[in-house]
C-alpha cells in the first residue's frame, strides 16, 4: 500500500521513532436463527486502518476510517501534536526489528467460503438439533479479510484468511437444554451437523433435573465448559496482567502447577485465530506456557521480552501480549470411571473474587448430569463451581481424546481441548 508508505514516511520525518500501520479489508456474513427459523440475515464490509506510533516513549493508538493522500498530512500533525500532550512511558522498549521472514500457515484461507450458501448449511444444523430436541437457536457467521501490516522496522507483510463460526442452542423445557459450537478456518473442517447433534443430545437427556447437593466432586468439564477456564488461564499468562497484579500465575515461573500442557500455536493449522505475524510484525511461534505442569514463559511482544531479559513470544498486542489459539492435553484416562461426580457441559458468569490469588466462581448451565459408579445418571441443576484455579488445574487428572476447536462468548480466544477430569471440585449452591 504506497498510501501507508507515504504516511509512515511523514510521521517519522516528523519525529515518531516508531510506527505500525495495519489495514484489514474485511467482509462478513450472520444468519440468526431462534425457534427453528431464521430471523435475520446481515452483511459487513468495511475498511480499517490502525495506526501504532511512538514519540519519544510516548505512545498512541488509533484507528483511521477515511484515508487519502489529501489528508495524510492534516492526520500525521494531529498524531505528532496530540502526543506531545501524553505522558513517557518509561517501560517502553521498541518494536520488532526487521526484516523477518513469516512462513504460510496451512487451512487459513479456504475460497468456498467465497461462494457459501450459509442458508443451507444452517437448516442441516437445525435439522439436526431438531431429532432431538423441540427448539433450537444460534448463529452462523463467516469472516473473509484482506490483513496488511508495515512498520517502521522494515516490515511489511500480508495475509488472506477465511473463518467460519457455528453455535446452536438445542431446547425442551426448563432446564432441558443443550449448547454446542465449532469454529474452522475451512469448511471442510467445520462440525455444524456434529455440533448441533451434540446441542440435541445434551438437551434430551437433562429431562426433569433434580436439584444438586454442595460438597467436594471429582468433575468432568466438557468442551463448552473448560473453555472459559482455559481462557482464564492464558490471560493470567500475559505479562500485562502479572505486572497489573490481576495474575494468579505472578511468581508461578518454573513452578509445578499440575499434571497437564497449556500451548499457545499461532501457527496452527486451521487454527481459528492462526496468522503469520503478530501486531508488530514478529513472526508467530508455538509457545509452550505449562510444559509438564511447569509454568515455562509469560507471553511477551518485543518491549517487555526487553525488559525481562527473554526472547519476545510474538504475542503482540502492543498493549497487553495475547494468546492466539490455545491447546490443552493431560494424561489420557477414562475420565468416567469415577465413584461420584459431576458432568458439566457448558458454564456462564465465570468470574473472579481476586484475580491475584484465583478465587473464582462459575454457574453450570445446559444440561449437568450425576455420575455414578463410571456411568452418567440423573441430571442435576442449580448449583455453582466456587473455588480456586490453582487448586483446579492442580487437581487435573487426566482427559479423554475427544479433541474439539471451539470458542463461546465467555472464551473469545479459540481452544482445542478435549473434555477434562478435575478431581475435588467444590461445589455450592447458587445465591439468590
Known amino acids: ?28 456474513k450472520q444468519i440468526k436463527f431462534v425457534n427453528n427459523k431464521v430471523v ?25 476510517k477515511d484515508i487519502n493522500e489529501n489528508k495524510l498530512d492534516s492526520i500525521s500533525n494531529k498524531i505528532i501534536r496530540f502526543s506531545k500532550n501524553l505522558p513517557k512511558n518509561p517501560n517502553y522498549e521498541g518494536i520488532t526489528q526487521g526484516p523477518k521472514k513469516h512462513k504460510e500457515i496451512s487451512q487459513t484461507y479456504d475460497k468456498k467460503v467465497l461462494d457459501l450458501d450459509e442458508a443451507d448449511l444452517v437448516q442441516k444444523g437445525i435439522n439436526k438439533a431438531l431429532e432431538y430436541s423441540k427448539r433450537v437457536s444460534g448463529v452462523f457467521e463467516t469472516n473473509i479479510a484482506d490483513s496488511y501490516l508495515l512498520t517502521s522496522n522494515n516490515i511489511e507483510t500480508e495475509e488472506k484468511s477465511t473463518q467460519l463460526y457455528f453455535s446452536i442452542r438445542a431446547l425442551n423445557n426448563n432446564y432441558e437444554s443443550g449448547h454446542m459450537n465449532s469454529c474452522s478456518r475451512t469448511l471442510n473442517l467445520l462440525e455444524v451437523e456434529e455440533a448441533a447433534k451434540l446441542a440435541g443430545e445434551i438437551a434430551k437427556k437433562a429431562k426433569n ?7 467436594k466432586y471429582d468433575v468432568v468439564f ?31 515461573l518454573n513452578k509445578k502447577l499440575g499434571n497437564f500442557n497449556l500451548i ?50 510474538a504475542n503482540a498486542g502492543l498493549i497487553s501480549p495475547d ?16 465413584k461420584k461426580g459431576i458432568y458439566v457441559t457448558n458454564v456462564w458468569y465465570t468470574r473472579f473474587q481476586n484475580y491475584h490469588t484465583g478465587d473464582f466462581s462459575t454457574i453450570p448451565r445446559d444440561g449437568m448430569f450425576l455420575i455414578e459408579n463410571g456411568k452418567i445418571t440423573k441430571p442435576i441443576k442449580n448449583v455453582r463451581i ?16 475427544n479433541v474439539k476447536q471451539l470458542k463461546s462468548w465467555e472464551a473469545e480466544t479459540p481452544v482445542k481441548t478435549p473434555e477434562v477430569l478435575v478431581k475435588n471440585v467444590n461445589i455450592t449452591k447458587p445465591t439468590d
Not at 209 to 215: A, N, Q, T, V, Y
Open 1 to 28: 500500500m504506497k498510501i501507508a508508505e507515504k504516511l509512515k514516511t511523514k510521521l517519522m520525518k516528523k519525529g515518531a521513532s516508531d510506527v505500525i500501520i495495519s489495514a484489514i479489508n474485511y467482509s462478513g
Open 40 to 64: 435475520k440475515t446481515g452483511t459487513e464490509a468495511a475498511q480499517d486502518i490502525s495506526l501504532f506510533v511512538a514519540v519519544n516513549k510516548k505512545i498512541l493508538t488509533t484507528s483511521i
Open 209 to 215: 433435573p433434580l436439584p444438586g447437593k454442595e460438597g
Open 222 to 252: 466438557s468442551h463448552m465448559a473448560f473453555a472459559p477456564l482455559l481462557n482464564n488461564i492464558a490471560e493470567a499468562a500475559s505479562i500485562f496482567a502479572v505486572e497489573s497484579g490481576l495474575s494468579f500465575l505472578s511468581n508461578q
Open 264 to 313: 499457545d500455536d499461532a501457527t496452527l493449522p486451521n487454527g481459528y485465530n492462526s496468522t503469520k505475524y503478530d501486531a508488530e510484525g514478529s513472526p508467530t511461534q508455538l509457545n509452550k506456557i505449562i510444559d509438564n505442569g511447569i509454568l515455562k514463559t509469560y507471553l511477551h511482544n518485543t518491549s517487555t521480552a526487553k525488559r525481562y531479559k527473554v526472547k519476545t513470544t
Open 323 to 338: 494468546a492466539f489459539n490455545i491447546i490443552f492435553d493431560a494424561p489420557q484416562k477414562d475420565i468416567f470411571n469415577i
Open 386 to 401: 466456587s473455588d480456586n484455579i490453582l487448586n483446579i488445574i492442580a487437581n487435573i487428572s487426566g482427559c479423554n481424546n
